[in-house]
């Protein structure tokens, strides 16, 4: 399996577009569980075979050639194809309205088919499929983006990337004070956003920080959960098996390479 990624240092890009990645081989694995990550993201397949089968929640199907997987806040289980080829790109959730004219909320615990949101995407498709390399690909969906460039406040791009930047979970009011939002303000922004109120979003970035300091550190279960904001150790438990079905010592004795990926 040959996995690629690319971080754009673009500023004017990356208010919409985070990252770009592509995976392309015949896997070693034949399951593969994708744990909540915080992302929302275009994928485009070029398998010659059906992408991957799913399931989510109680839905089974067949994904689409280019799809948009909205935020997840729960596991999202695959059935791997015998060869996959893909390309992925990681979208600033506060630029999916400019891009797609649609409310990123709207894609929690999703997959939709882009083609019945706009027809441009069978041919944005065409274009990625035809390019000969990841960079020329990179390129594409950079102009594609660059087309639609808007400028957004400090506010919006702050909001926008809560869930990943460095900042403790916090609390409702500290959070509508940091950003200047009324509290009511901070609701209606965070279920647009994020399709999640802002009770939920703060359990939800303490989360995604304790993946991080699971995956990258060796500190104990104790001082993890002490250092993500959590009251004890029973609460960490609980809240990271509500968005995961595993405890965070079954995910690092299971976890790969990839932060978040489980496979089997």
């Not at 615990?109 to 690909?137: M, P």
């Not at 869930?163 to 009011?173: I, Y």
């Amino acid at each position: 399996m040959n996995t690629t990624f690319f971080a754009s240092n673009n500023t004017a890009i990356r208010q919409l577009v985070n990252a770009a990645w592509q995976v392309e081989g015949t896997p070693s694995y034949r399951h593969e569980t994708i744990l909540p990550k915080g992302v929302i993201e275009l994928v485009f397949s070029f398998s010659k075979e059906p992408a991957f089968s799913h399931s989510f929640t109680d839905q089974k199907i067949n994904t689409p050639r280019c799809f948009i997987n909205g935020m997840n806040n729960m596991p999202l289980y695959l059935k791997t194809p015998a060869h996959q080829f893909f390309f992925g790109v990681e979208l600033n959730p506060l630029a999916v309205k400019k891009l797609l004219a649609v409310s990123p909320g709207v894609f929690l615990n999703s997959v939709t088919d882009l083609t019945l949101i706009s027809n441009d995407f069978d041919g944005l498709w065409h274009q990625l499929a035809e390019a000969g390399s990841f960079q020329q690909r990179v390129t594409i969906i950079h102009q594609w983006a660059g087309k639609k460039q808007s400028t957004f406040s400090e506010q919006e791009l702050a909001f926008s990337s809560y869930l990943h930047d460095t900042s403790p979970a916090g609390a409702v009011t500290g959070l509508a004070s940091r950003f200047c939002y009324s509290i009511r303000q901070l609701s209606r922004k965070s279920n647009d956003l994020f399709g999640m109120s802002t009770e939920s979003l703060i359990s939800y970035k303490r989360y995604l920080h304790s993946v991080r300091w699971l995956h990258h550190s060796n500190e104990s279960l104790t001082s993890v959960g002490y250092e993500c904001g959590f009251y004890d150790q029973a609460h960490f438990i609980r809240e990271f098996r509500d968005y995961t079905g595993i405890t965070p010592g079954d995910y690092r004795r299971q976890k790969s390479d990839m932060p978040a990926h489980l496979f089997g």
